[in-house]
């Protein structure tokens, strides 16, 4: 996703007031608020708007013109930087409480064209686990299990080193100086992914039993309550207030899995998982461990490529989710998504 500028944002929102415009408006438009571009600056200023989807363009040639995209619902434009600015952040705001329209616009969240391109970059992935030996394989799921294990659990404040889960996983040493409940933060993600593994048929339908599963594994001798939470929960640093009523959680989460489950494609169920069991907060801890294992045990399923978040950056993720939280924006959560699944498939099996 391409950043805007403020004369891009403009230029959207010329465009979207007037409904369809031609070059020569659009840079007569500029010229009256004192934008004088060149028209080489312009036409890639428009250029970069069809890229990131704001505009479509419409003719050819002398009779090229332009028009507002209809977005889809979820994936408005958004400036991160001025929204987690401390001035930002540190007005007065009421509380974000859960929205139950959400879930309803998940349809279509990735495109068709979206969709065709990730099964490129999957069959890759498949004919290359094709020809590796038995050991090979055995060592790369290792690996993808190392990795996540650790940037997950890394994500939730763990202070264990690349290096250090390795050796606790692989040789069962434990690193100096570390908890406990660290140790286990890091062997439940191991057990669950572990068990996801071996019985990745159960996962092509998604059960509220199975995410219950899931959770308890990820949270096992963690003092964290297993089962649908019957108390409120709070976000720290957030203004969304989670549902906090067991019936409506429960309700809720079937409802989500209703629609992972109806959706054609693994990406899309697995996006849903990242996004919706994270914001619904299910659990009374672990929610974000377990939207994040879930989400990969929808693409181990159906053979996809599953993603080690290897690469992700732990702020970035935390702003994503965060603006999903207040916003029901999923455009940063869905941009980081589809990166990380680049990154597996670009980085494993080779």
């Known amino acids: 996703m391409i950043q805007l500028n403020e004369r891009q944002k403009a230029v959207v929102d010329f465009i979207k007031e007037k409904g369809i415009v031609a070059n020569h408006e659009i840079n007569a438009f500029l010229s009256k608020k004192g934008e004088n571009i060149s028209r080489i600056t312009l036409i890639r200023d428009l250029n970069e708007l069809i890229v990131n989807g ?17 977005k889809h619902p979820l994936l408005d434009s958004l400036d991160i930087g001025d929204y987690f600015s401390d001035s930002n952040r540190n007005k007065t705001r009421e509380a974000v409480l859960f929205n139950h329209n959400t879930l309803d616009k998940f349809d279509n969240i ?15 992935y498949r004919k290359r686990i094709v020809g590796l030996s038995p050991t090979l394989l055995k060592k790369e799921f290792e690996r993808i299990t190392i990795e996540l294990s650790w940037k997950s659990s890394k994500i939730e404040g763990n202070t264990y080193s690349l ?47 199975g995410i219950e599963d899931i959770h308890r594994f990820l949270t096992e001798q963690l003092d964290v309550q297993a089962g649908i939470r019957t108390r409120a929960v709070g976000i720290t640093g957030s203004h969304y207030r989670p549902l906090n009523n067991n019936h409506q959680i429960k309700e809720v989460l079937e409802k989500t899995i209703e629609k992972i489950n109806s959706m054609n494609d693994p990406w899309s169920k697995a996006l849903i998982a990242f996004t919706m069991i994270a914001y619904i907060q299910p659990f009374e801890d672990g929610n974000k461990r377990t939207s994040r294992i879930i989400a990969n045990a929808c693409l181990i399923a159906y053979d996809v490529c599953p993603l080690s978040l290897r690469s992700i950056d732990e702020t970035e993720y935390k702003k994503a989710i965060t603006v999903f939280y207040e916003l029901q924006n999923a455009t940063y959560i869905k941009k980081l998504f589809i990166e990380q699944f680049d990154f597996a498939v670009n980085n494993y099996f080779l």
């Open 110 to 124: 990735l495109s068709e064209k979206e969709v065709i391109l990730l099964k490129e970059k999957n069959d890759g």
């Open 54 to 70: 704001e505009i479509r363009q419409i003719g050819k040639g002398r009779n090229i013109r332009y028009e507002h995209s209809s």
């Open 163 to 209: 290096i250090d889960t390795e050796l606790l996983i692989k040789e069962h040493k434990e690193a100096e100086g570390h908890s406990k409940e660290e140790v286990d933060m890091i062997l439940n993600h191991k057990k669950a992914l572990d068990y996801i593994f071996l019985n990745r048929e159960n996962f092509k339908i998604l059960s509220l039993r």
